[in-house]
């Protein structure tokens, strides 16, 4: 893991705090929003500690705090530091990027692989398993409550795929266990804010899988939901979460392409690998980034169009490997 000063000796003469994490937000980004503010608003004295995101799942309101986001980006303020979470680039943090221009001094504090550097302070960390996992080190341990804890052990278990996926290590787990002994519910975190699905949630992952196809000699599966499907059902993008993660358990398939439609012949791409392709290189030639394993990126053109696009650097990868 890279070196991280505690979060007390970032914060230097900042009396005002912005905190913000990147668009569409996940359980990681609202996990580690949500933790580090709780802190800083706990112990560090502050005149003004403000989280700035977009609408987030209704089943994160569990998490301590999340009433107390803004969802507005409208007033003008200048903050004197602004604490960037889990975006793995600027233009991520949408329109929370204002206030990042306006503040007297930047940090980043994120685990994108893709991530280059673009605040005044940067600690960026590719090898540990999420942004989460990154803020418990930066915390005083033995100062991370019930509440603190269970918004970090969220993001954790989120960005792990409840601890199955390759980013998680033995830190990882000793970080988590470190979590739980908190006194966290840390079984009803999980059932509420990552397996649980609304009635509509499950019959859109039914079509999605139904609808699925196999290419690449059976090792990719590719499914995409049109906006007339997300009208139909009365879902929102923010409730397509969990099937590319789905889609990847198929056996056989090394990679799982899942899209969804946002506009005319424009998609948001996710994807998400097992163990030889590099989903973050894919995704950064088309301007998105991510993760070894799990990435995306938004693409124009017809569905072909971008399948055929996102399968042509696949296959590459795969025909690499195959020649070792």
């Given amino acids: 893991m890279i070196k991280v000063n505690k979060i007390e000796e970032e914060l230097k003469d900042a009396r005002t705090v912005a905190i913000a994490g990147h668009i569409r937000p996940d359980g990681d980004c609202v996990g580690s929003c949500m933790g580090l503010y709780l802190y800083l608003r706990?112990?560090?004295?502050?005149?003004a500690v403000?989280?700035?995101?977009?609408?987030?799942?209704?089943?994160?309101?569990?998490?301590?705090?999340?009433?107390?986001?803004?969802?507005?980006?409208?007033?003008?303020?200048?903050?004197?530091?602004f604490i960037s979470l889990d975006s793995g680039d600027l233009k991520r943090l949408g329109e929370a990027a204002k206030y990042f221009h306006s503040a007297k001094r930047t940090l980043c504090y994120d685990h994108h692989i893709s991530n280059d550097g673009y605040a005044d302070q940067n600690y960026i960390d590719p090898h540990i398993s999420s942004t989460c996992e990154l803020i418990y080190h930066v915390l005083e341990e033995e100062k991370i409550t019930k509440e603190i804890a269970e918004a970090l052990y969220m993001g954790i278990a989120h960005d792990t795929g409840i601890f199955?996926?390759?980013?998680?290590?033995?830190?990882?787990?000793?970080?988590?266990?470190?979590?739980?002994?908190?006194?966290?519910n840390y079984s009803y975190i999980i059932d509420t804010t990552f397996m649980e699905k609304s009635y509509l949630?499950?019959?859109?992952?039914?079509?999605?899988?139904?609808?699925?196809?196999?290419?690449?000699?059976?090792?990719?599966?590719?499914?995409?939901?049109?906006?007339?499907d997300m009208e139909f059902y009365g879902v929102k993008p923010s409730e397509l979460d969990g099937i590319v993660s789905q889609l990847r358990l198929t056996r056989g398939v090394?990679?799982?392409?899942?899209?969804?439609?946002?506009?005319?012949?424009?998609?948001?791409?996710?994807?998400?690998?097992?163990?030889?392709?590099?989903?973050?290189?894919?995704?950064k030639y088309f301007g998105g980034g991510g993760h070894v394993r799990a990435a995306g990126c938004s693409m124009?053109?017809?569905?072909y169009d971008v399948v055929n696009n996102l399968t042509k650097h696949i296959e590459k990868q795969m025909r690499a490997a195959e020649a070792l």
Avoid: W
């Avoid at 706990?42 to 005149?47: A, P, T």
């Avoid at 290590?169 to 988590?176: G, I, L, N, R, V």
């Avoid at 899942?258 to 973050?280: A, C, P, Q």
């Avoid at 124009?300 to 569905?303: D, I, R």
């Fill in 254 to 283: 090394e990679v799982a392409i899942f899209l969804y439609e946002t506009g005319n012949h424009e998609f948001k791409v996710s994807m998400r690998s097992k163990e030889i392709v590099d989903v973050s290189v894919v995704a």
């Fill in 300 to 303: 124009q053109g017809s569905f």
């Fill in 50 to 81: 403000d989280v700035y995101l977009e609408e987030i799942p209704e089943s994160f309101a569990i998490i301590a705090g999340t009433d107390e986001i803004h969802h507005s980006f409208e007033e003008e303020k200048e903050y004197d530091l």
């Fill in 201 to 228: 949630q499950n019959q859109v992952l039914g079509r999605a899988l139904l609808e699925s196809i196999l290419v690449l000699d059976k090792k990719c599966i590719i499914s995409v939901i049109r906006m007339k």
């Fill in 42 to 47: 706990k112990y560090c004295g502050l005149d």
């Fill in 164 to 184: 199955q996926y390759s980013c998680t290590s033995p830190e990882t787990m000793e970080a988590a266990a470190n979590l739980m002994r908190k006194g966290i």
